[in-house]
């Protein structure tokens, strides 16, 4: 059965109310009243245009960038609702049959569904989905990192679900360990580059970064990241004795990364440099915050063991079909690339009139992710179809064949449609720009935070001290100390006494937390 889409307004904080259950009343919206679904019911796609799409999406986009940039300017925590419950994609791709699947098996957030979505079709797609920028080679290798709270969250539930179907495939491809060294990752890579790295708890992980022995890796990440090769000399023998090194080469590389943790973890091992320059930035970001429905333990019946069979079934053809080519060249329409143009020279101009240097950080890298998204998208499609680049007929010349076509896999050639960039730009307006702005804003916080307390903690230690004294042993520069001591002031935390020899401040309070005689 097909199913329907119907396209219902958003409420004041950009949510779609056909998309989940509510108990709220009917609502006054433009005049006309509208009540909150209780179950999705999609109309067609085909009877709403791209330009229709647009406009909803547009709508709910503008709700929720307000939303935003007031929240970002009083440094509170953003509440961005449930904008990846709408994936607007034709009702056979397999993201949408995935995330419709997954809802009934659990109660967790529909972002972990659609991460493990793109994450599966990526790692299928084994690199031989390409498009060729005159800028730059563009494969669909897909990055993520999902912030959720501890249990509630069931970011674990479902990623066990995916890596299941993962196990079921069987697919050549590099499982990379939990846990591993720099050394040890280049050599697993130098054997198979095409790989994979999944992680439902990435607290251990990242606090095993800021150790001195893993400070390489986040370089090295960043050099795979864009499919490129790599060379490394290490030595074969543990002992210090031995200088026997041998060479390994991690050449065609094609990495994929899904991590989640807590926002709380999160913040213990990031800084806002590596989200806006660093490693970070080339993660697509999922934090959802917004309120998710309950579901109970069940036992599993058939339908469920038919609705996961059907998922496998689906990705091992297509895997199947992928894998027999050499290279599968993604081609956009006019349309699409005029539409993805557009929008992205929109997104520039609007962001440099309103000088926000943290949106143009990281939107200078999900531009490209709108392309990787898109080649996504259309693999997921119900049929992918693919055309075969001709291959030349030999020529014959006196003394035998002037030209010899190679034997092999054929070359392919498949369109993205401007439906499918539409989506993919329309995610990253909707989801990724304004997750990664809630990320860079809960760091700075964060960060703002520890340098108020470390300035606090210096001033208690000594009771009273001298500007210039704490600035030495603040390690930091004026600027920020400066801005922490006025915060201390304006709460009533600290007291500030100028005299002729230079400016003091004291903690009033004693050990009980009564201000001193």
């Known amino acids: 059965m097909t199913e329907e889409y119907n396209y219902d307004d958003y409420d004041e904080d950009g949510n779609d109310k056909g998309d989940f259950s509510s108990e709220e009343e009917s609502m006054t919206i433009d005049g006309v009243e509208e009540k909150p679904f209780a179950n999705l019911n999609y109309k067609s796609d085909s009877q709403k245009t791209v330009e229709d799409l647009n406009i909803k999406r547009n709508k709910r986009h503008k709700i929720l960038e307000e939303k935003a940039d007031a929240n970002l300017s009083n440094k509170k925590k953003l509440e961005i609702k449930a904008t990846t419950e709408e994936v607007l994609l034709k009702p056979g791709n397999f993201v949408r049959k995935y995330m419709k699947y997954m809802s009934t098996q659990y109660d967790g957030y529909q972002d972990w569904n659609l991460a493990a979505a793109y994450e599966l ?193 689906f990705l091992k053809e297509r895997s199947e079909q992928v894998s027999n080519t050499k290279q599968i060249n993604m081609h956009m329409t006019k349309e699409a690339w005029d539409f993805f143009n557009k929008w992205q020279e929109s997104r520039e101009s609007s962001i440099r009139e309103t000088d926000d240097k943290v949106s143009s950080s990281i939107f200078g890298r999900l531009q490209m992710y709108a392309l990787k998204l898109a080649m996504i ?43 499918t960039i539409t989506e993919a730009c329309n995610m990253i307006d909707d989801v990724f720009l304004p997750n990664a702005r809630m990320v860079v804003a809960m760091i700075e916080e964060d960060e703002g935070m520890k340098i108020v307390n470390k300035v606090l903690d210096i001033i208690k230690k000594n009771d009273v001290i001298k500007k210039s004294h704490l600035l030495q042993l603040s390690h930091m520069t004026a600027d920020k100390v400066n801005r922490a001591i006025e915060d201390l002031k304006q709460r009533g935390l600290i007291t500030e006494e100028i005299t002729d020899t230079g400016t003091f401040y004291e903690y009033p309070f004693d050990a009980n937390g009564k201000l001193k005689a």
């Open 377 to 419: 998208y259309e693999l997921g499609k119900e049929e992918f179809v693919m055309t075969p680049i001709p291959v030349p007929e030999p020529v014959v010349v006196p003394g035998g064949l002037k030209f010899k076509p190679k034997s092999g896999p054929l070359e392919y050639t498949s369109i993205i449609e401007i439906d």
């Open 121 to 313: 079709l990526s790692i299928i797609s084994d690199k031989k989905l390409v498009l060729k920028t005159a800028q730059e080679y563009i494969y669909p290798n897909i990055w993520i990192f999902g912030l959720g709270t501890s249990t509630i969250s069931r970011k674990s539930t479902g990623m066990k679900k995916a890596k299941k179907i993962l196990e079921k495939l069987k697919l050549k491809v590099n499982k990379l360990s939990d846990s591993f060294t720099p050394e040890r990752f280049i050599e697993d890579m130098s054997e198979n580059s095409h790989a994979y790295f999944m992680k439902d708890e990435a607290a251990g992980f990242l606090a095993s970064l800021q150790k001195s022995y893993m400070s390489e890796m986040r370089d090295l990440f960043m050099d795979l990241y864009d499919c490129g090769d790599y060379s490394r000399s290490l030595r074969t023998s543990k002992s210090k004795n031995d200088d026997k090194k041998a060479n390994f080469n991690v050449v065609d590389t094609y990495l994929n990364m899904c991590m989640m943790t807590t926002p709380e973890n999160f913040k213990e091992y990031a800084t806002t440099l590596d989200v806006l320059s660093g490693w970070f930035m080339r993660y697509l970001f999922l934090y959802p915050t917004y309120k998710k429905n309950w579901m109970g333990i069940r036992e599993e019946n058939e339908q469920d063991i038919v609705g996961f069979n059907e998922l496998v079934k």
